[in-house]
Nanobody, 124 residues
């Protein structure tokens, strides 16, 4: 079992950058592909980015491609999401999730463990 906790949310202006991190504890972190998802008010949760257990494979939603970067440090049991050129439509609660031996899929149901989320607010 893996426990996940997100850090780094906050209020920024459009065009700014923000970094999120997700610390994992419990099971061996390097066994898990990690994903970031987000949910805006009144909308369904959506895929943002994912990284394979080895870090070799990454996957991004079209809406964030070129602006967001996912990375991981298996020595620190942490996955990161660097968000550049933020837009008001990026505002949401951001969740990290873990998928055992996953391949950085976009499919939400493959992720077994979830954090509580961190709020990102982007003012225009």
């Amino acid at each position: 079992q893996v426990q996940l906790e997100e850090f780094g949310g906050g209020l920024v202006q459009a065009g700014d950058s923000l970094g999120l991190s997700c610390a994992a504890s419990g099971d061996t972190f390097s066994r898990y592909a990690m994903g970031w998802f987000r949910q805006a008010p009144g909308k369904e949760r959506e895929f943002v980015a994912a990284i394979s257990w080895s870090g070799v494979r990454t996957n991004y939603a079209d809406s964030v491609k070129g602006r967001f970067t996912i990375s991981r440090d298996n020595t620190k049991n942490t996955v990161y999401l660097r968000m550049n050129s933020l837009k008001p439509e990026d505002a949401a609660v951001y969740y990290c999730a873990a998928d055992l031996w996953g391949s950085a899929t976009m499919t939400e149901k493959t992720y077994v463990y979830w954090g509580q989320g961190t709020q990102v607010t982007v003012s225009s």
